[in-house]
Each structure stands twice: as structure tokens, then as C-alpha cells.
């Protein structure tokens, strides 16, 4: 029981009872600085702190992004030059980033250790509330933007992290689209104004207005702290008011977001994005059709808009979907919600469409949406939404990420429009009751008149392709540096020179020596020296492998059964992949699409057909499964297993239209990845040049995909049939008993009731099936360069470590943390205005440097080429030493529900990993010295022998450095 008498200087303003996620929550206001807090107590030991403050941005600087960059590059009580690279060197934390939102800025953080959590949470209170950004312009000029040149001959530039993240952002069309759309929706609030900072503008940000913004909005009135977990809440509020809420006094302050007035008319509006210079216009635009449809306090309206959004738009043969691809009006719809706003709204978007088609997509929306209200919406539509949204809910598993940041990040998205709301969306089970009684009654019929057809707050935009745009952009602006270059005396761009070598002088000097040990940090007898055991129990039905993994998965089933695919040929792999995305989305036997995705939604969590790869550590051979993955309430288990024998058995592959616009979606999806994530990209295709498994994944996810499916395109459109007969021909052999071993995640006794339920389905299995022909793949070591319309690059350099005789050690997952946090975050982050920059170094041999966001290309690589010559001289003291080992220990352990247990165990069971072998390179971790990474340089020097090379990015600046290629061609033709 917390005692409130000791904690006079909080006033308790709500206790809450949070039974649906276990817990209890306590609202509390700090008398005396007017702090916000709230405090979610429950028994999960992986805590959470976070705190947020409204800053609603006023223009287009990216003033607040640059805020939230700036506020962890040191304090005044750990002065460093950047505590958060310190503390993801030197911390088991969980969780550790800053988020900047449209209208809030959010500082989360989550660890298991209870003196980790306190150490993290000081070093972000004392950066939100005494950071150095007040006294050192050059944090701001490094993080935000700064006008760079080296000699006074040179060229004008201008650099900056943020800058370039965000011109990385604006390559990409559907976050202009984002952007377009809020400002078509909320013109006169601060949603008008991209918070992240738009590219033209951020130049425009002073230091002083900078600083002004912080001073304005960084203070405990304005302040929203939320604690979750199993903690001390007594000492840690009592800490808090000592350490810091003490310290100042109540302001009044109007930070809270401004409602936009309802229109009276739906607005209109043209926007257009940068294309390749020589890039088709043809079936490139955007058409959105957007509403502003609940308030963001309205939990019941909000939820009810999340379901009809499922079941009218986005699931699979949705009818707002199906009309328009019927009508060929875009290659891929879908649906853009934004419920985290002041005024929560939503789109239809049709991607891959023309301009001209505007007022017919418009109509055909208008129609389906008119009719559903007119004969009704699916039942089992609105059930199916329901459902998987309740699923979810109870499930509570968000991967890698803690229960309690996700809890809490939506939390914020009612307390900083009600400070009396933090609770509001922790309990959801009422909700969804509620809402199933409502199926039935006309109520969702309702919310879409009021909400969509009758609603005058709306907007269409037409987003159009321009070629050449961003390079136009950029002469233009490298046309008005070198006039504004020209204004200025010698004594000027003298000025400047000097001023950039300071802050590269600044950049590289490493923080004082007397403050290096400020930092509180763990140490090495902290640590958990015995790795998480595997849980592997192998039975076998009708000579059928099932592998049990033992852990409470709270009454959920997650099963995985793999079928070995490893006769595929290397011609057919992404044939393959096309072939698993079409499961579950054609029509069978029993259903249509639409129907077979309700029936999923209603009686499982997912169910997925997935490819999965892996090596054999005891041949050293790639196996190659499809994974049919699905996880389902235990009294569904049965019933999941029947729409899995559904799709199995009687798929049918004969409609042409539908092939058709699945392939043009899966190109149309995968385009846009292949360029917002350049480094994926560009590491993928890189390593597929040596790697048996990245060749995998270069075919089934890469460019070769994306080429692979413009000709599946091609050949559905003149000779449908061949397309038909090769889909067959892989389904025909695929799934058989001989091919096949199973994964099951969950408790003994629930695993004894399922083994005779499996029993029955795994009997309509064939025994075995044809093999198909196989083949050997082919490697060949090229260097290229991929170009789009990007502002920025992705540099990939990689090699085979193996074939030059070294071995996978823990050393090496260390040297992982190293190179990410120090050399490359030095040296292309900070020095080179990158937004990232990563290293790794895989079981397999496989060793990769990748940049991200990067405004540079041969420099980039020289940098990697670096890495050597920096290990070689490596030379930590122990505290630096021991904050790698610690850091490496987090990225190890991280958190893991029931369904990432079971996952782990039995990638051991199939790799051949033993316990043995992952406990010896955690020891190897543990008690690694500066000797033992010395000792990797060979290694790495390796890795850059071997010269794959591969960049994807701007078309000019790959042309610039053309000679550093063997191949040049665009991305996406």
C-alpha cells in the first residue's frame, strides 16, 4: 500500500482501477511545480518511465525534433557531449529513445533492473529540465543545422542530422502524403505544420527561436510522467519532487491543441512528390478521401471508427477496396487512420491511380459507403474487427517492446487533451462487449452517415508525380547558397571556414575527462551470468516431428508447422514468395476472400504463410521451410485448424482479375520499402552477392522481387494461364507429411489437449509429394548503385568473414555495440550528418557497415574502411569496457513473451545451437577485455577485402561518384 502521507507534496486526484491490464492506477499533481503524474502499479518487472510535454509546433523548422534531439546531448549534471549513446553503451535498458509526435514530445524509457531504471530515468530528467542545448549553440548546430565549408574556395552546404532525416522523410510519397493531409484537414492548428521539420524550412530556425521553444515548453506545468511496473512508487516520487519538481513553481501555460473548426465543405486540394527524372508519370498518383470523424477523448466513437475501418476498407475484399480496384482506379487501397490527434480522422487512399480519375473515385466511395449504410454492413465483417482488435488486447504481446511504453504512449493521447484521462484506454473489454451488442442495431450504419457521408469536415487531395523535382530542388538550393556565398566578404566566408572546422574540432574533442565517470552505471556483477535455458520436447504423430515448447502462453496456442522447401529452384524463389502472399487471400472451396478474413479474424489471432530460412550449424547447409504460422484462443484451436485445411486443399488460383491486383499491390507495397528503408535495401543486396540466406531474401523481399513481380505482372496480363499452372505447381507440392515438423508454444496440459485435434487435421495430409528440381545458386561480386528520387543515400559495404577462416564469437556481438555507438556514431552520424548508422556480424559469416539517411557516399565508405586501423587501436579504460559488455548483455536479453520463447528455443532445436554454445558466448561477453576486440581487426579487414558494395539513393550523387560502381541502373524501372 502506497503511504500518501509521506507524499505531501502530490495531491492525489483519481485512483483508477485497471482490471483489465491487472494493474492500478493513481493520478496525482505535483503542488508545487503543477507536474502531471501517473502511476500504473501492477507486478511487471520490466518498468517504464516516461515523460512528455505539448509542443505544438508554429511553422515548419522542425524546431521540436530538433528540441528532442538536442535535450540528450548532455546536462548539467552528466555534462557529456551525448548521454544517450552513453547510457545504450552502458545500460540493460529495454526501451531508450525520444519520440517527437504532431503536438507532443515523448521521452520513454523501460529496464528490468531496478538500478538501471533509476539511473536512466535521472539522466533523462536531468536532460528534459537542465540540458546543455542553453549553453552550447553547437549541439543545436550539429543536431538541427549548420551552414558547412571546408576551404573558402569550396562550396556552400548546408548539414545538420535533422535536416537530413527529414529530407530522407520528404523522398518518401506517402509521408507527403501524411503531411498533406493533415494540413488539409486542420488548417488552422498546428497539425498544419510538420513537426519532424520540413527540409526548405529548418534553415530558417535560429538558435534563439530555438531556445525560445524550449524555455517556453520545457517545464513541469507542461509536464506529463508516467511510471509502470513493479517499482517503489513512494521513493520514486519522493525522488522526483527532491531532485527536481521542487526546483520550480507553477506557471500557467496554454499548450493544449486548438480544435479545428468543422468545414462547411469538403476541401480540395493538388500536391505533388519527386519521381526519377526519366521516371513514367503513368499511374503515379495519390487520390485520398479523408474525414475528421471522433474526438480524441471519445473511446467508444474511436474504437467503433478502428472496426468499420477494418471491415469496410482494410481487410482483405473490403467493399470500399473492391470497388475501386473493380473500377481500376489504383494498383493498391488502403486505409490511413490518425486516432492519436486532437480530432482523430481517417482516409481511403488509392495509390497507383491517375489525376483524371479523382471524381469517379470519389463517387464509387461515396456509392459503396451509401449502400452499406442503405442494405447494411457484414456482420461478420464488424465481428471480425472486434475481435482481432479484442485478441490483441488480451494478448498484450508487442514483440520486443514493453506492454507498459505501449500502454503508456497511448495514454498520452487522452491525458494531454484531459489531465484527468491518462486511464482512458486501459480498459477496453467493455468496449468491446458493447460494441458486439451493437452489430445488430444500426449503430455502425449511423456512425457512417454522421461520420462519412454527411460530414462537410473532409478533404480530397490529389497528389501528383513531378519528375526531377528533388533535383531541381537541390540545384535550386545549391544556385542560392552560392549567391548568398557571393554576398559575403572574405572576412565572412573566412568566418564560416573557421566555424565549421570548430565544430568539427568540437564533434571529434571527446567530453572532458573529469566528468567521464558521471554517468551512473551498472557493473559487471550485475549481470545474469546463465543464459535463458531451451525448452524442447520432441513427440512424434504418424512420424511427424512436434517439437513442445513449455510456457505459459496465458490460454493462447501459437503454433508454427514447417514444410521443407529446400528442392525449390533458384528461378522460382520469388515466384515462391508471390505464391504465399496469395494463401489466405484468394477465394476457396467454402469462401470468398472477404468471408475467409472474417472467418480468420473471428476465430484466430492471424494466421500467416510465411518463408523462413535458416543454417544448420552441424552441416553448415541453408534449410529453407514454409511457415505456416497461427495463434488462436485454445477453444478455437480446432476451428483455426479447419480454415488452415480451407486454404491448404481449396485454394482456387483461377481468378485472373484477382491475381492481378494482388501482384500490383505486392509491387506497388514493395516499391515504396525497398525506398524508405534504403538500408535494408542496400545491406540485402549487398550481402545476396556471397550469403545463400540473404540471396534468399534478396529474391522473396528485394530489388530482385520488385523486378521478379513487374514481370508476373506482365505475363498475368498477356498469358494468365502460364502464371495459373507455375502457382499450381508449387501448391501441388509444397504440403506433405514427409516435408513437414511442427512448433507448438503453450502449457503441458493445453498441449495434450491439442496433440489429438492436430492428430485429425495432420491426417488429410498426403504422405508425400513430387520434389521439385532444385538447383545450385550463382554469386558474383559486383559494387552497385541503385538510384530513386531520394534526397539522401544508404552506403552498404559487406563481406564473408567466414571464408577467410575466422568464426562467429559473443566477442563479435560486441564489437556490433562498439562500432554502432562509437566509431560509426562518430563518425557518420555526428561527423557526417547521417540519421544512422549500424555494423553486424552474423552465426553465418556474414559482416555488413550500413549508413541511413546519409547525405554522403565515397566519404561513408571511407569511413567504413576505417574500421580496422580504429580496432587495432582500440583501448578502453574498464568503465568504458564494462558499459559495451553491459550494452551487449541488453541487446541479448531482451524482453520475450510466450510466443518469442517458443521461437527462440526452437530456431535452437533446428540450428543445432546448443545451450552450451550460446552460454560459452555470453561468457565470452562477460568477461571480454579491449584485447579480445583488438584481436577481431583481421576480421573485419576481411569483411572490406571482400568489396560488396551496394548504395541505393540520389540519382545525381551516384552519378557524381559513378567510378566507385560496376553497375549503375534505377531502382525501379
Known amino acids: 500500500m502506497i503511504n500518501w502521507n509521506q507524499l505531501t507534496a502530490y495531491e492525489l486526484m483519481k485512483e483508477e482501477n485497471l482490471a483489465d491490464i491487472s494493474s492500478k492506477g493513481y493520478l496525482l499533481r505535483h503542488k508545487k511545480s503543477g507536474a502531471h503524474i501517473a502511476l500504473v502499479s501492477n507486478d511487471d518487472d520490466n518498468k517504464v518511465f516516461s515523460i512528455a510535454f505539448r509542443t505544438p509546433p508554429s511553422d515548419e523548422t522542425g524546431v521540436a525534433h530538433i528540441t528532442e534531439h538536442t535535450t540528450l546531448c548532455g546536462s548539467a549534471k552528466y555534462p557529456l557531449k551525448d548521454p544517450f549513446v552513453d547510457l545504450v553503451k552502458g545500460s540493460l535498458n529495454t526501451f531508450l529513445n525520444a519520440i517527437t509526435y504532431p503536438d507532443k514530445t515523448v521521452y520513454p524509457l523501460a529496464s528490468y533492473n531496478n538500478q538501471d531504471f533509476k539511473n536512466l530515468m535521472d539522466v533523462y530528467l536531468d536532460a528534459v529540465f537542465n540540458p546543455m542545448l542553453l549553453k552550447e549553440p553547437m549541439i543545436f548546430e550539429q543536431e538541427g543545422w549548420h551552414y558547412e565549408l571546408e576551404d573558402e574556395e569550396g562550396e556552400l552546404t548546408i548539414n545538420g542530422v535533422v535536416y537530413n532525416e527529414m529530407k530522407g522523410a520528404y523522398s518518401d510519397p506517402d509521408g507527403i502524403l501524411y503531411h498533406e493531409i493533415l494540413k488539409a484537414l486542420y488548417?488552422?492548428?498546428?497539425?498544419?505544420?510538420?513537426?519532424?521539420?520540413?527540409?526548405?524550412?529548418?534553415?530558417?530556425?535560429?538558435?534563439?527561436?530555438?531556445?525560445?521553444?524550449?524555455?517556453?515548453?520545457?517545464?513541469?506545468?507542461?509536464?506529463?510522467?508516467?511510471?509502470?511496473?513493479?517499482?517503489?512508487?513512494?521513493e520514486r516520487l519522493l525522488y522526483l519532487d527532491r531532485e527536481y519538481l521542487s526546483k520550480y513553481e507553477m506557471l500557467e501555460m496554454d499548450t493544449a491543441m486548438k480544435m479545428q473548426a468543422p468545414f462547411s465543405k469538403t476541401s480540395e486540394l493538388e500536391g505533388d512528390y519527386s519521381v526519377a527524372s526519366d521516371d513514367s508519370t503513368d499511374k503515379s498518383t495519390y487520390l485520398s478521401y479523408s474525414w475528421v470523424v471522433a474526438d480524441a477523448l471519445d473511446k467508444k466513437r474511436l474504437m467503433a471508427i478502428e472496426v468499420l475501418e477494418s471491415a469496410l476498407i482494410s481487410s482483405p475484399g473490403a467493399p470500399v477496396v473492391k470497388a475501386l480496384l473493380d473500377a481500376g482506379i489504383g494498383s493498391d487501397v488502403y486505409s490511413d487512420s490518425n486516432n492519436g490527434l486532437r480530432q482523430a480522422s481517417i482516409s481511403v487512399v488509392a495509390k497507383g491511380a491517375e489525376a483524371s480519375e479523382k471524381d469517379r473515385f470519389v463517387s464509387i466511395v461515396r456509392e459503396v459507403l451509401e449502400k452499406q449504410v442503405r442494405e447494411g454492413i457484414n456482420h461478420d465483417a464488424l465481428l471480425a474487427a472486434i475481435n482481432s482488435r479484442e485478441f490483441h488486447f488480451r494478448e498484450a504481446d508487442f514483440g520486443r517492446f514493453p506492454k507498459g511504453l505501449l500502454y503508456g504512449l497511448s495514454a498520452y493521447d487522452a491525458w494531454t487533451v484531459d489531465e484527468m484521462q491518462p486511464f482512458l484506454?486501459?480498459?477496453?473489454?467493455?468496449?468491446?462487449?458493447?460494441?458486439?451488442?451493437?452489430?445488430?442495431?444500426?449503430?455502425?450504419?449511423?456512425?457512417?452517415k454522421e461520420q462519412f457521408l454527411d460530414n462537410p469536415h473532409s478533404a480530397i487531395l490529389v497528389l501528383k508525380p513531378n519528375p526531377g523535382k528533388s533535383l531541381r530542388e537541390e540545384e535550386a538550393l545549391q544556385k542560392s547558397l552560392q549567391e548568398y556565398k557571393q554576398t559575403l566578404s572574405q572576412e565572412q566566408i573566412r568566418g564560416i571556414v573557421e566555424h565549421t572546422k570548430a565544430l568539427h574540432e568540437y564533434q571529434e574533442t571527446p567530453s572532458d575527462e573529469k566528468y567521464k565517470d558521471c554517468l551512473p552505471m551498472l557493473t559487471r556483477a550485475d549481470l545474469r551470468e546463465k543464459a535463458m535455458e531451451f525448452k524442447n520436447t520432441e513427440v512424434f504423430e504418424d512420424g511427424i516431428p512436434i517439437v513442445h515448447h513449455e510456457y505459459d502462453s496465458n490460454g493462447i496456442d501459437y503454433v508454427t508447422m514447417l514444410f521443407s522447401v529446400e528442392d525449390l529452384r533458384p528461378e522460382d524463389l520469388s515466384l515462391y514468395r508471390m505464391y504465399l502472399s496469395l494463401l489466405s487471400y484468394m477465394d476457396t472451396e467454402h469462401y470468398d476472400y472477404n468471408t475467409l478474413s472474417n472467418q480468420i479474424n473471428i476465430y484466430s489471432g492471424s494466421i500467416a504463410f510465411r518463408p523462413y530460412s535458416y543454417t544448420d550449424s552441424r552441416t553448415g547447409k541453408l534449410m529453407h521451410k514454409l511457415a505456416v504460422k497461427f495463434k488462436t484462443l485454445e477453444e478455437n484451436f480446432d476451428k483455426t485448424l479447419e480454415l488452415i485445411d480451407e486454404i491448404i486443399y481449396k485454394t482456387d488460383f483461377s481468378d485472373v482479375k484477382h491475381l492481378l491486383e494482388l501482384v500490383r499491390?505486392?509491387?506497388?507495397?514493395?516499391?515504396?520499402?525497398?525506398?524508405?528503408?534504403?538500408?535494408?535495401?542496400?545491406s540485402t543486396r549487398a550481402l545476396s552477392h556471397f550469403s545463400e540466406g540473404y540471396r534468399l531474401m534478396e529474391e522473396m523481399n528485394g530489388i530482385a522481387m520488385y523486378r521478379a513481380i513487374v514481370k508476373m505482372e506482365k505475363q498475368l496480363e498477356s498469358d494468365p494461364q502460364s502464371f495459373i499452372d507455375q502457382i499450381r505447381y508449387l501448391h501441388e507440392r509444397v504440403f506433405a507429411k514427409d516435408r513437414l515438423m511442427i512448433s507448438f508454444t503453450g502449457k503441458q496440459d493445453v498441449f495434450e489437449r491439442a496433440l489429438p485435434i492436430l492428430r485429425k487435421h495432420l491426417a488429410l495430409l498426403p504422405d508425400t509429394s513430387e520434389k521439385m528440381t532444385g538447383g545450385k545458386l550463382d554469386f558474383e561480386n559486383v559494387k552497385e548503385g541503385f538510384t530513386d528520387a531520394s534526397q539522401i543515400q544508404y552506403v552498404c559495404r559487406a563481406g564473408d568473414f567466414k571464408a577467410h577462416g575466422y568464426q562467429f564469437s559473443g566477442y563479435l556481438r560486441m564489437l556490433k555495440m562498439i562500432l554502432s555507438y562509437d566509431y560509426l556514431w562518430t563518425n557518420v552520424r555526428v561527423l557526417g550528418g547521417a540519421y544512422g548508422c549500424f555494423a553486424n556480424f552474423t552465426r553465418e559469416g556474414e559482416g555488413y557497415f550500413v549508413s541511413y539517411r546519409d547525405p554522403n557516399l565515397s566519404k561513408t565508405n571511407t569511413v567504413f574502411e576505417g574500421v580496422p586501423e580504429y580496432l587495432k587501436n582500440f583501448d578502453p579504460d574498464e568503465r568504458t569496457m564494462t558499459g559495451y559488455v553491459i550494452s551487449t548483455f541488453g541487446a541479448v536479453d531482451t524482453p520475450m513473451g510466450a510466443e518469442a520463447k517458443g521461437t527462440r528455443s526452437m530456431n535452437a532445436y533446428l540450428t543445432g545451437i546448443s545451450y552450451e554454445q550460446v552460454q560459452r558466448e555470453r561468457s565470452e561477453i562477460l568477461h571480454a577485455s579491449a584485447e579480445n576486440i583488438r584481436a577481431l581487426a583481421p576480421l573485419v579487414q576481411s569483411v572490406l577485402d571482400d568489396g560488396y558494395f551496394c548504395v541505393v539513393g540520389n540519382e545525381k550523387k551516384i552519378a557524381e561518384e559513378k567510378d566507385l560502381f560496376t553497375h549503375i541502373e534505377k531502382m525501379c524501372e
Open 665 to 682: 499491390q505486392s509491387k506497388s507495397r514493395l516499391q515504396s520499402d525497398l525506398s524508405s528503408s534504403g538500408n535494408s535495401t542496400a
Open 425 to 448: 484506454f486501459m480498459n477496453q473489454l467493455d468496449i468491446f462487449a458493447e460494441l458486439k451488442e451493437e452489430i445488430s442495431t444500426g449503430y455502425f450504419e449511423q456512425i457512417v
Open 187 to 234: 488548417p488552422d492548428t498546428a497539425y498544419r505544420n510538420d513537426s519532424g521539420g520540413n527540409p526548405r524550412a529548418i534553415p530558417n530556425l535560429t538558435y534563439e527561436d530555438y531556445v525560445a521553444f524550449y524555455k517556453k515548453y520545457y517545464h513541469p506545468s507542461n509536464s506529463y510522467i508516467y511510471l509502470y511496473g513493479d517499482m517503489d512508487i513512494e
